[in-house]
């Protein structure tokens, strides 16, 4: 059950020893059933009553440079509407880190592929579209905040998403997402 954490904390822990920094990210969530270009493009209209908290630990796998960076991460998600329902996710994501106003606030956009296992059915899954499969895609895009002073805080506008990549895996063609707000921490 825990397995995507634990492979994705033990890879993270095993990268070279120029590795990068570590990020915990907390955040929490509401789906919407936009689908994943509306959201890309900031169109959140359709809301449903579904809610995640979720825990991401990231490892920065090829040591930062000025453009991008790789991170490994593994997440613990708790679905609020059933309480035995979590899920776990393992995600290797692209970092871009230049923007030209980074001098007066640091950003940086991340899109991410994975696996995620969750341990029942999300409502947001089963009841709106019908997908009944533990195991499916785990897709992450991301946008985070910071101000220079404080460089290792950020704010993190999320689409925590999961989906079965157009019937790719498990024959399913639909998805969730949930955007999400959260605060980062690196060390």
């Not at 579904?50 to 825990?55: D, E, Q, S």
């Not at 910071?146 to 498990?170: K, M």
Request: with cysteine.
């Amino acid at each position: 059950m825990f397995l995507a954490l634990i492979l994705a904390v033990s890879c993270a822990a095993h990268a070279g020893q120029d590795g990068g920094k570590w990020a915990v990210t907390f955040y929490a969530g509401q789906s919407n059933t936009a689908d994943l270009l509306e959201i890309v493009r900031f169109k959140f209209e359709r809301w449903e009553e579904y809610r995640i908290a979720g825990l991401a630990v990231a490892r920065d796998l090829a040591g930062p440079d000025r453009y991008f960076m790789l991170e490994l991460a593994g997440q613990i998600v708790k679905h609020l509407e059933r309480a035995s329902l979590f899920e776990f996710d393992s995600i290797l994501s692209l970092r871009w880190r230049w923007f030209p106003w980074n001098e007066h606030l640091l950003t940086t956009i991340a899109y991410g592929e994975g696996l995620s296992y969750a341990t029942g059915y999300p409502a947001s899954e089963d009841k709106t579209q019908g997908i009944r499969s533990n195991f499916l895609n785990a897709l992450l895009v991301e946008i985070t905040l910071a101000l220079p002073r404080w460089p290792d805080w950020g704010l993190v506008l999320r689409d925590h998403h999961r989906s079965g990549v157009y019937g790719l895996i498990n024959g399913v063609s639909g998805g969730s997402n949930y955007i999400s707000l959260g605060l980062m921490k690196r060390f």
